[in-house]
Every structure is written in C-alpha cells, then in structure tokens.
C-alpha cells in the first residue's frame, strides 16, 4: 500500500485505491488489545483532487482477533471504518486551538493539511481505525460473560449462583417496597 501521493500526478477525475494494507501496519494501528488475523486488510476508495484540495473518500476492512472483554473467549471480526478526509494545504501550527475551517470542515478527522504537492495518507488512515477500534471487544452483541462468582462461561452453560445483592441496592429496595 503506497501512502504517499503527488497531487500533480492525480488524474483529475480522481484516482481509485484498491490495495491490502501491510499486516504489520495494521497490527501496529490496532494496538495491545486487538490484533491481526490472516485475513488481509483492505482499502478501497478514491483520492480526488479539487482546486488545491484533495479528497479521500473510501473504507478500510480490517480482519482481527481479540479476547472477549466480557467472556474471556478468543474471537475474530471485521472492522469497517468508512474513511472521508479533505486534505488542504497549510501546515500544522496554523491550527488554532484543535481545528482550521476549511469550507465547513471543522473535525480535525475530517480535514488534514498538506504541503500542496505531497498527500500522505498514512496519519489519516491511522487515526481513523484508532478512532473506530473498540476499546471493549465483545465475542457477540449478546455476549452472557462469566459469572462474577463461579467464573462460568454463561455462554455455555448456567450456573447456580444467586445474583448477590448489594447491601445499598437493598437499602433502596426496602424504601421502594415502602412507599
Ligand atoms: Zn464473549
Ligand atoms: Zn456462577
């Protein structure tokens, strides 16, 4: 996957991506908690040129595993991070307090700068699936988890643990039973 684009050479009807991203890239983008499956990551989309701006519009489909955070069980999904980004040029510390305005463009996701030749995508990309990577990787939206005091895996099986209650919760149900 090349990152790096000459705006000069960008064909004016935009130019299409279709490319695999580097498993070590993006096991290194996914951070500690998730990482790479074998299944090669893609990115799909076009990088337009307008005026002195450039566009990228398009998505990134990364395969990964992870350990559930609720049941501990090992697991693999897709993450599908839709990509639109306006390059526009200027240079970093022109950004006043997190964010330039450039035709409307306010989230600092949506709009990057660049030196008016050079695009680099990488930076973009990047912070794109940081942003969409779960922090809580589930197995499944209906993960049951472990039973906090058997340790079950209530996926598989039930337990016949009572739900403990906490003594405040108690309390409260007390003075609702009252009134
Ligand atoms: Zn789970
Ligand atoms: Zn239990």
């Not at 050479?9 to 500690?32: I, Y």
């Not at 049951?144 to 403990?164: D, F, I, R, W």
Request: glycine share 6%; with cysteine; net charge negative.
């Amino acid at each position: 996957m090349e990152f790096c684009y000459s705006v000069d050479e960008l064909p004016n009807a935009g130019l299409l991506v279709d490319d695999e991203l580097e498993e070590q890239w993006v096991d290194n983008a996914l951070g500690n908690i998730l990482s790479v499956a074998d299944e090669p990551s893609t990115i799909r989309g076009e990088i337009v040129p307008s005026d002195r701006n450039v566009t990228l519009n398009g998505s990134v489909q990364i395969q990964y595993r992870f350990q559930c955070s609720r049941c501990a069980e090992d697991a693999e999904s897709v993450l599908s991070v839709p990509i639109k980004c306006t390059f526009a040029v200027g240079h970093e510390d022109e950004r006043h307090g997190g964010g330039v305005d450039v035709d409307g463009v306010t989230e600092s996701r949506h709009l990057a700068l660049y030196d008016g030749s050079t695009v680099d995508l990488e930076p973009v990309i990047l912070e794109h699936i940081v942003f969409k990577a779960p922090a809580f990787p589930i197995c499944q939206d209906d993960c049951k988890g472990l039973c906090a005091q058997c340790g079950q895996n209530l996926n598989l099986e039930s337990c016949t643990c009572q739900p403990v209650i906490d003594p405040r919760w108690a309390k409260l149900q007390d003075i609702r039973l009252r009134n």
